[in-house]
T-cell receptor, first 113, second 111 residues
Framework: SAVISQKPSRDICQRGTSLTIQCQVD?????MFWYRQQPGQSLTLIAT?????????ESGFVIDKFPISRPNLTFSTLTVSNMSPEDSSIYLC??????????FGPGTRLTVL | EDKVVQSPLSLVVHEGDTVTLNCSYE??????LLWYKQEKKAPTFLFML????IEKKSGRLSSILDKKELFSILNITATQTGDSAVYLC???????????FGQGTTLQVKP
């Protein structure tokens, strides 16, 4: 199994600012992902965080808006840049598969005013 | 394009009822299908299904996959108010590890 922590758990930010979310895993994992869940919506994959190389972004997401770092196999960060109210969401990191499971962090609830 | 569709989108039942949640999918190079329960922020893993016709069971919850018809169902028997949550179905294509989620089914269980 894997235990994942995220910081911050929630934040309220002003329009135009940036927020960096951290994801820490208690063991080395190959695959790490960042998801977004907008209010009332399901989860959407933002990108795959690759250790030692640039992240792989899904359609509709770009590096300038959501820069990702993955310096090692236990840690990753997601930055939400130049925020607008439409960025208000829950952001979740995920790792796996490990065994038969895919694990999620506790999530970061972001509100942009 | 890979797609996961859940139905119904919402459901209201009374304690003790049995519910069936549906998940259909279209995906290239299917690897597995997962069910999650989401009450607050983080989804909680319920089941991973990879083979057709083999039922996975955990207490009052059970799930089965039909790879020929490309769907899965999640059954909850003798529902309790604590079962109230959003139930998410997700598919993993090939060996990517990334999850493609359906819209979710919001279940409300009334006392």
């Amino acid at each position: 199994s894997a235990v994942i922590s995220q910081k911050p758990s929630r934040d309220i930010c002003q329009r135009g600012t940036s927020l960096t979310i951290q994801c820490q895993v208690d063991s080395q994992v190959t695959m790490m992902f960042w998801y977004r869940q907008q209010p009332g919506q399901s989860l959407t994959l933002i990108a795959t965080a690759n250790q030692g190389s640039e992240a792989t972004y899904e359609s509709g997401f770009v590096i300038d808006k959501f820069p990702i770092s993955r310096p090692n196999l236990t840690f990753s960060t997601l930055t939400v840049s130049n925020m607008s109210p439409e960025d208000s969401s829950i952001y979740l990191c995920s790792v796996g598969p490990i065994g038969n499971e895919q694990f999620f962090g506790p999530g970061t609830r972001l509100t942009v005013l | 394009e890979d797609k996961v569709v859940q139905s119904p989108l919402s459901l209201v039942v009374h304690e003790g009822d049995t519910v069936t949640l549906n998940c259909s999918y279209e995906v290239t190079n299917f690897r597995s299908l997962l069910w999650y329960k989401q009450e607050k922020k983080a989804p909680t893993f319920l089941f991973m299904l990879t083979s057709s016709g083999i039922e996975k069971k955990s207490g009052r919850l059970s799930s089965i996959l039909d790879k020929k018809e490309l769907f899965s169902i999640l059954n909850i028997t003798a529902t309790q108010t604590g079962d109230s949550a959003v139930y998410l179905c997700a598919v993993v294509p090939s060996n990517t590890g990334k999850l493609i989620f359906g819209q979710g089914t919001t279940l409300q269980v009334k006392p």
